[in-house]
């Protein structure tokens, strides 16, 4: 991805179910997306939400496992690994959901 906001946006079309985490994320902070808060909203919301839709907590994950490992540049690690990692606890749900490649960089 080239920007942090280009990473978010891909995320959300690829899991539509996050479209009201993000208008309820831009409402919060004056319509202005901030990428690490919004992947700790998306970490909560996995939390919240897997056993009412486990495929879209599975397609997230997913989707962060490849743009992490396809990652050129530093900072879409970054984001990933400060924004969503971090808002991880090991003994959750989210962190058996972790692919190996995110698992190795938690």
Known sequence: METNESLVRALVDEVP???????EHLDD????????????????????HHDEDEVSSRRIVDFLERQYSDAHH???????????????DVDSYLFN????ILKSAF
């Open 29 to 48: 902070n004056f319509r202005t997306l901030l990428p690490y808060l919004f992947l700790a909203d998306v970490a909560r919301w996995i939390n919240a």
């Open 17 to 23: 179910a996050l479209r009201p985490t993000l208008e």
């Open 97 to 100: 959901m972790l692919g190996p």
């Open 74 to 88: 530093q900072g879409t690690r970054d984001l990933i690994g400060a924004g969503f990692l971090e808002s991880v």
